[in-house]
């Protein structure tokens, strides 16, 4: 309701947001949202067809917001992988960022090396069906932005870890070079992975 009202100006009046909410012409995440409260979070793609409009949450040096994206762009989401376990069977359960688990099935449970999904790696998910469509690991190269912290909405490519022993990888210092050359650096658990080699969405300009 505040983003309909407050930030994208499409209604005047709190009852005309809930109007336009409770009439199915927003989509969270490729799922019609007729809750006026729901939350929304980082990386969540909000599209209103009637209007052909579509929005990605990122994160900025002034907190989340609204990044305008297109119609192809719209069509997925990226979701990191918080945490990870076996399930019955042997399959892999990776629990993500927005709080979906995703079920990876193994052909044979017996071979670990089909499990190459770690934590803080980074699926793009296609909406709303959920099927994983490809996997960035946090690794030098990739390109990545930070989601918290003094550098919040900063983006470019990891060129550098800080490895310390019996340090969690969670608090290892990640290096990141931005488009002009910059470099500054923040901790692994503050980077968000944005694609392979090359960005998978378009990210804001950073002034």
Known sequence: MLIIRNILGLAETRKEANTIISQEQITVDGKIQKEKGFPIGLMDVISIPTIEKAYR??????????????????????????????????????????????????????TPEEDNYRTLDVLRISIPDQEIVEHANVAEGVPAIVFGGKNIGRHGNIVAFEKKPGQRRRNLLATIEDKDGNRFQTTIDLVFAVGDKKPWISLPEVH
């Open 57 to 110: 949450v990122l994160p900025s040096e002034k907190g989340l917001i609204l990044h305008s994206i297109d119609a192809e762009e719209a069509k997925f989401k990226l979701c990191r992988i918080e945490s990870k376990s076996i399930v019955k069977g042997g399959h892999v359960q990776l629990n993500l960022h927005d709080g979906r688990n995703v079920l990876v099935q193994r052909n044979d449970p017996k």
